[in-house]
């Protein structure tokens, strides 16, 4: 969005001429790619989260009952949190009232969460 582009323009424009030298579009560049990076990184981890709760045994038919989101049980098991902390993770980032939270609540825990 605007307001990211402008932080991490700020960020950059280590002259603060309000335009970049090769140098800086090059540190512009490295934090696009590493945002990118980090970004499949969680798209995967998400994924795999999802298919080990419907693999899960004891549990019948998971794929009709799940939406394809994360549960409390993901968190616990993934992060070593407690029920309650994944509880509240769940609670405050889930949007749809659901007991799953999809891979765009999932990012808005993991930002809340790692500050």
Same mark, same amino acid.
Request: glycine fraction near 6%.
């Given at each position: 969005d605007d307001e990211t582009f402008s932080?991490? +323009?700020?960020?950059?424009?280590?002259?603060?001429? $309000? %335009?970049?030298a090769r140098d800086e579009v090059l540190a512009l560049v490295a934090i696009i790619k590493r945002a990118v990076c980090e970004m499949l990184q969680l798209k995967l981890w998400f994924n795999s989260l999802v298919a080990a709760g419907v693999k899960k045994p004891g549990r019948k038919n998971d794929a009709d009952s799940s939406t394809g989101g994360v549960r409390a049980s993901h968190l616990v098991?993934?992060? $070593?949190?407690?029920?309650?902390?994944?509880?509240?993770?769940? +609670?405050?980032?889930?949007? %749809?009232?659901?007991?799953?939270?999809?891979?765009?609540?999932?990012?808005?825990?993991i930002t809340n969460w790692s500050h």
């Amino acid at each position: 969005d605007d307001e990211t582009f402008s932080e991490v +323009f700020e960020q950059v424009d280590c002259d603060g001429i $309000g %335009s970049l030298a090769r140098d800086e579009v090059l540190a512009l560049v490295a934090i696009i790619k590493r945002a990118v990076c980090e970004m499949l990184q969680l798209k995967l981890w998400f994924n795999s989260l999802v298919a080990a709760g419907v693999k899960k045994p004891g549990r019948k038919n998971d794929a009709d009952s799940s939406t394809g989101g994360v549960r409390a049980s993901h968190l616990v098991a993934a992060l $070593g949190v407690s029920r309650a902390v994944a509880d509240e993770m769940i +609670f405050i980032a889930n949007l %749809s009232e659901s007991s799953e939270v999809s891979f765009t609540e999932l990012k808005q825990i993991i930002t809340n969460w790692s500050h």
